[in-house]
């Protein structure tokens, strides 16, 4: 079996706001086989930025485009591929964008194994240990205490009994983050899992002060308190905080995640498989593993990803929540034929071959603002 074609989509609806969501475009990409399988994949970063890496003519020998490397190789030695294209590339830089193309294409690869083979993902990866996991609800926060409260209500009402709350309008004064969090707690209600999202805009004293005030709501982790680069803060930060702390949802390959891992960083790490793809979210799976911290799904963006991430948490012994994008988008929720949403709080685990979800092609017609092959 060898690769013909990889194919590179970029999908947007019709509007876009300014907000921090991406579940308003998407960048996919399909590598199809001399035999007639198909491999999807999907990158969650700037689609022209990703495509622009997969379309890169030959340069030298390690800066050139991902497509002049696969076309004509083995879809299934997914390591050496990984490889392949991570050296080949290397003065493109060995973080961020090309690794996140590098993670679409490693996605693709293996859920044509996983088509090659008949089994679902998660079986290749080693095995899951949960048909399903409880979702949480990811959401971003609404102006102030009292919006939000109405927002959290309203996901209680669709059966979410644990969601999180991110990005704007925190960081703007002390006041609005504890009533953006008392409110959130307030519309939840006592019962439900809270999680916090802070969006990166914070040292690590300010982060501190911010944790010891919102212990008193019982949030099960604040979320990106700090700047992504600073490891020490959050090093010192973890040692410190009265409520867990999680992050890693910018980090594109093991190498990136390698600093935050053996500085004991974090109590979560949470993993996207759209910057990561199979092939190093299971290295960092068990490197977190080893050190006896917590691991988590990063997802907001279409079915594709949700699957691809399913597949992945669902092998993680350790796993306690699902992230559940449930962004208003028609990306998120109709690229593909499958529906993958919780449902009464839990999300199930898909077990049909790769990572069984199938493109809508009419929705992709509609959608589509750009492609190369």
Excluded at 220 to 240: N, V
Excluded at 263 to 276: A, F, K, M, P
Aim: one cysteine or more; charged letters at 25%; hydrophobic letters at 35%.
């Amino acid at each position: 079996m060898k690769i013909t074609e990889v194919i590179c989509q970029i999908l947007r609806i019709p509007s876009i706001v300014a907000k921090t969501a991406s579940s308003q475009d998407s960048v996919l990409v399909r590598i199809r086989t001399d035999n007639g399988l198909e491999g999807i994949g999907e990158a969650d970063s700037s689609p022209e930025m990703v495509k622009a890496v997969i379309d890169a003519p030959f340069s030298h020998n390690i800066a050139t485009g991902l497509r002049p490397l696969l076309i004509g190789q083995n879809p299934l030695e997914t390591d050496r591929l990984w490889q392949s294209m991570y050296r080949k590339t290397m003065y493109a830089g060995r973080r961020s964008t090309t690794i996140t193309a590098m993670a679409a294409v490693d996605m693709a690869l293996w859920d044509l194994k996983g088509k090659h083979f008949g089994e679902p993902i998660h079986r290749l990866l080693g095995g899951k240990h949960h048909d399903k996991i409880l979702a949480y609800a990811s959401i971003l926060f609404g102006k102030d205490g009292n919006e939000t409260a109405k927002i959290a209500r309203r996901w209680r009402e669709f059966g979410y009994i644990a969601i999180k709350f991110g990005w704007e309008p925190m960081g703007q004064s002390e006041a609005l983050d504890i009533d953006l969090v008392r409110g959130a707690r307030e519309g939840i209600g006592d019962d439900g899992t809270l999680l916090i999202d802070a969006g990166c805009v914070w040292d690590a004293r300010t982060a501190l002060s911010r944790a010891k005030s919102f212990e008193q709501f019982r949030i099960g982790w604040l979320e990106e308190p700090l700047s992504p680069d600073d490891y020490e803060g959050y090093r010192w930060l973890r040692d410190r905080s009265p409520v867990p702390i999680a992050s890693g949802e910018e980090e594109c390959g093991r190498q990136a995640f390698r600093p935050l891992i053996d500085g004991r960083c974090l109590d979560v790490y949470q993993v996207d498989l759209s910057r990561n793809g199979f092939s190093d979210s299971l290295y960092i799976r068990h490197r977190v593993e080893e050190i006896g911290a917590r691991l988590c799904n990063h997802c907001y963006t279409s079915p594709v990803t949700v699957s691809a991430s399913l597949h992945w948490l669902s092998t993680c012994a350790g796993a306690f929540v699902f992230e559940d994008c449930v962004e208003d988008s028609p990306l998120r929720h109709d690229l593909t034929h499958e529906k993958v949403q919780a449902v009464n709080g839990y999300i199930e685990v898909p077990d049909r071959p790769g990572l069984g979800v199938t493109l809508d092609e009419d929705f992709v017609k509609r959608h589509l603002v750009s492609e190369s092959r």
